[in-house]
């Protein structure tokens, strides 16, 4: 389930890109409010590079 994964400190992202999506379940399992996006055809792209760029921020990190 999200919550089981959620658990293990993995991040979650939802996106709904239809009319007919279960919005209210696509939030409550994403990692947070950051982690769901609505999206539209003319959209998709950019939502798509927002998530792109968050999991690239969040993962690198520079060690010595």
């Known amino acids: 389930t999200c919550n089981a994964i959620k658990a293990k400190n993995i991040d979650i ?3 709904s890109y239809s009319s007919e999506a279960d919005v209210s379940n696509l939030q409550s399992c994403s ?3 950051k982690y769901y996006f ?3 055809t003319f959209t ?3 939502v798509y590079k ?3 760029h968050s999991i690239v921020s969040s993962t690198v990190r520079l060690t010595q």
């Open 13 to 15: 992202y939802a996106v």
């Open 31 to 33: 990692s947070g409010q």
């Open 38 to 40: 609505s999206a539209s």
């Open 44 to 46: 998709i792209s950019d």
């Open 50 to 52: 927002a998530i792109q």
